[in-house]
């Protein structure tokens, strides 16, 4: 199983560790919440995250925003929500500490080792 590792999260090593499937399928709750004009960025960064991404903290701060918004929507399942407040939370301390938000992959063999 593969995972999104992102920076500024909130365990020890200042990183969350996400299901990578979780956070691609977040896409399709975006485009159901946000308006058209506003989710382009988001969508593309959730369909992409396997690529891994440095997002500067302007974007961070304008994701975050973006990601606690469809969280807080009634119509999302709970995991969903949860993913999606995590990745908001972490964006907003990369944007609050003034750090690019990098998200890198890693599979499970490799947290294991």
Known sequence: MSHLI???GADFFDQDRHPLAAVTGLAGYVTGTLPAADRAQLVHLLE???DG????PATAAVLA???LRVSRHGF???KASATARALADA???AATDGHAWTWTTTTETEIAA
């Open 6 to 8: 992102v920076s500024h």
């Open 48 to 50: 992409h995250a396997a």
């Open 53 to 56: 991404q440095t997002i500067e």
């Open 65 to 67: 925003d973006q990601l």
């Open 76 to 78: 999302l399942p709970a």
């Open 91 to 93: 964006a907003a301390r």
